[in-house]
């Protein structure tokens, strides 16, 4: 490849990117929003940098913004070389006067420059390849004496055996020594002088004693900030092999180990002394001191490995390590050259370190055994709340015969039998001699709902016989009730009416609960609604009474929501059904039986409870039944 050739297809590239210009806002929110991402930010701290970065470089925020896109949305699919060029574009000061770039490369504060150089690392940490950013360090008159190395991808090794972050805040000088005064010395200084980039060829090394010397490399400088960024290629296929490798090793935060058994000679790759966080000029770790990091629990898992291993068998192993204080989980595919006999002549092995997946298994299994938990939790609570529904709240096979009234209640359990709820009914003789009837509707569902449930309808039957029959002051007394007992109880639903057999007046009032149904000869109607609050919504509410009158053969239904309510459709939708059967009933000659009314309706939603409370009046006059409690 040719370098001609390599910069036409960049030239190419370029004016694609340019042809996909977008507008300046959707730039830099764009830009801010992926920058915040990559460096775990705000976005309007993302926004402030890059407003920080064109201030620096007396540039258009839109223009920084288009350089720092580019670096950002291409790092991830785009060789090393195509990074080189977003870096360039995202925070390099273009072509300009000489007293514009010397304004742009003023010398920032010591604090900006660290937070510069902190955001290029994040973006280098990255990135694959070889990359170093400098600063030029000046004696008192401005001449340039060293480099500091700012910034550096994990796979740059120095002089001294100092990799990746260990070579930040070194001068070039004491890592790269061979570098001083050569080709690159002279292009950092032109680049620094005149704002443009350069690429230099047939560098031999950036190391005097390295033994791959005759490998020339590539050279490509570019300023970048205050600083410059320089990246390098090597030009064999062996380099660009290893360079795979490497970035294999990275991505899969994987390295691989050799024993030669004859000479008990053992080599690491780079990658492997970073997963055992040691100094690569220590060398390898012994094998006595490699074994001693195990946990003791995985003792029984090496074993079986190595029983494996003497069958001649592959070892994939994962076990946990103890590496500086911290565990982590390790995996280990090992294999050997065996001789004629079977004996192995050198082991193989890569190790992975899979901690991150190991421990989000793990912090699976805990949440799924919680999960089950908590379920057999709720099952055990909904056993119970059915069961407490089922003594409280007593469902009557046959009608209830009440003084100038035939009633029948009809409940409707939910389909899902952890959606027990409190609806609940009552049809009983107050103290007065008049008739109560009453459903009510507790929010939620499960135990709390069937306790509250209970609650009021004990307290209603009581209020009943001893206090009072009038709706409007019972459902005041609940209200009461609910509002001082637990914050957690919630709130509550109602409509309470009361027939007087003498007069066969029916008076009554609701709190946030649908209206009665009345119906006579195939007319139905809704009873006029007067407004009364949720039960325990507030201390001092207040209700109002309606009064209607029953006919003779008058049906009355009173019911839950559950009757017409559904999130697919209008109440008045839900509300059709059920005012067609109350009509086809009622408009037949002759008083068909409720429970066939109460057969006949179907509730609009099968995830709630419903319960249904029809009453009749008798046609002639009131027999002398007693009182029945529902």
């Known amino acids: 490849m040719t370098d001609h050739g390599y910069l036409q297809r960049l030239a ?12 300046p806002e959707v730039v830099c929110e764009r830009a801010a929003g992926l920058l915040a991402g990559r460096i775990g930010c705000r976005i309007d701290e993302a926004h402030a940098h890059l407003r920080h970065l064109a201030s620096q470089q007396a540039r258009e925020v839109t223009a920084v913004a288009s350089g720092v896109l580019a670096v950002l949305e291409t790092r991830e699919s785009t060789p090393s070389g195509a990074l080189h060029r977003s870096a360039e574009e995202a ?42 950013v400098v600063t030029a360090l000046r004696d008192d008159t401005g001449q340039i004496t060293d480099y500091e190395i700012v910034a550096v991808t994990r796979t740059v090794t120095g002089r001294s055996g100092y990799t990746g972050p260990q070579l930040i805040g070194r001068p070039v000088s004491e890592v790269f020594p061979a570098i001083v005064g050569g080709p690159v010395w002279r292009a950092w200084s032109a680049a620094l002088d005149d704002g443009r ?23 490509r400088v570019r300023p970048v900030g205050p600083g410059l960024i320089t990246t390098w290629s090597r030009a064999d296929e062996q380099a660009r092999l290893a360079e795979r490798i490497a970035q294999t090793e990275r991505l899969g935060n994987l390295g691989w180990g050799e024993w030669d058994l004859v000479t008990d000679a053992t080599v690491w790759s780079d990658e492997m002394y970073r997963i055992y966080e040691r100094d690569p000029a220590q060398g390898p770790l012994p094998r006595e001191e490699s074994d001693a990091l195990g946990l003791p629990e995985d003792e029984p898992l090496r074993r079986q ?65 919680q999960l089950r938990e908590h379920q057999q939790s709720l099952a055990a609570e909904h056993r119970l709340a059915a069961r407490l529904q089922h ?52 929010a939620g569902h499960g135990l709390k709902a069937a306790a509250t449930m209970a ?96 006919g003779p053969g008058d049906v009355l239904l009173l019911y839950t929501d559950g009757l017409v309510e559904h999130r697919s459709h209008t109440l008045d939708e839900g ?46 006059p009131p027999p002398d039944l007693g009182a029945h409690r529902g």
């Open 197 to 219: 980039h350069r690429q230099v060829s047939g560098v031999s090394s950036f190391h005097r004693d390295d033994h791959h010397a005759e490998q020339h490399l590539s050279v």
């Open 455 to 550: 609650q009021l309808r004990h307290a209603l039957a009581a209020l009943a016989v001893t206090t009072t029959s009038d709706p409007a002051a019972l459902l005041a007394h609940l209200n009461r009730l609910l509002y001082a007992g637990d914050p957690e109880t919630g709130t509550a639903t109602a409509v309470i009416a009361r027939y007087d057999p003498g007069t066969h007046e029916l008076t009554w009032a609701q709190a946030g609960h649908p209206a009665p149904l009345h119906a006579r000869a195939g007319t139905v109607t809704e009873l006029p609604r007067r407004r009364g609050p949720l039960l325990g919504a507030l201390r001092g509410a207040e209700y109002r009474t309606s009064v209607a009158h029953l």
């Open 391 to 442: 003594i409280v709240l007593p469902i009557p096979d046959a009608p209830i015969e009440l003084p100038g009234l035939r009633a029948a209640v009809k409940y409707l359990p939910a389909e899902q039998a952890s959606r027990v709820g409190g609806d609940w009914y009552h049809a009983a003789t107050a103290g007065d001699g008049s008739i109560v009837l009453a459903v009510g509707d507790v």
């Open 575 to 620: 509300l059709a059904p059920v005012l067609s059967v109350l009509r086809r009933v009622t408009a037949e000659p002759g008083a068909r039986p409720l429970e066939d009314l109460l057969t006949g309706l179907r509730r609009a939603n099968p995830d709630d409870d419903t319960c249904l409370l029809a009453a009749r009046r008798h046609p002639g």
């Open 305 to 369: 490995a190595a029983e494996a291993f003497g069958r001649g068998e592959t070892v994939d192993l994962t076990a946990r390590t103890l590496i500086n204080g911290r565990i982590k989980h390790l995996r280990a595919v090992i294999d050997a050259v065996r001789d004629a006999d079977g004996r192995p002549v050198k082991v193989y092995g890569i190790i992975q370190d899979v901690t991150a997946r190991e421990t989000s298994r793990l912090k699976l299994a805990e949440v799924q055994q």
């Open 12 to 23: 190419e590239i370029e004016a694609q990117v340019s042809q996909a210009a977008l507008r």
């Open 91 to 132: 925070l390099r000061v273009p072509h300009a006067p000489p007293e514009a770039r010397s304004r742009a490369r003023s010398e920032p504060s010591p604090t900006a420059r660290r937070e510069w150089a902190g955001v290029v690392q994040q973006v280098l940490d990255t990135v694959p390849g070889e990359y170093i």
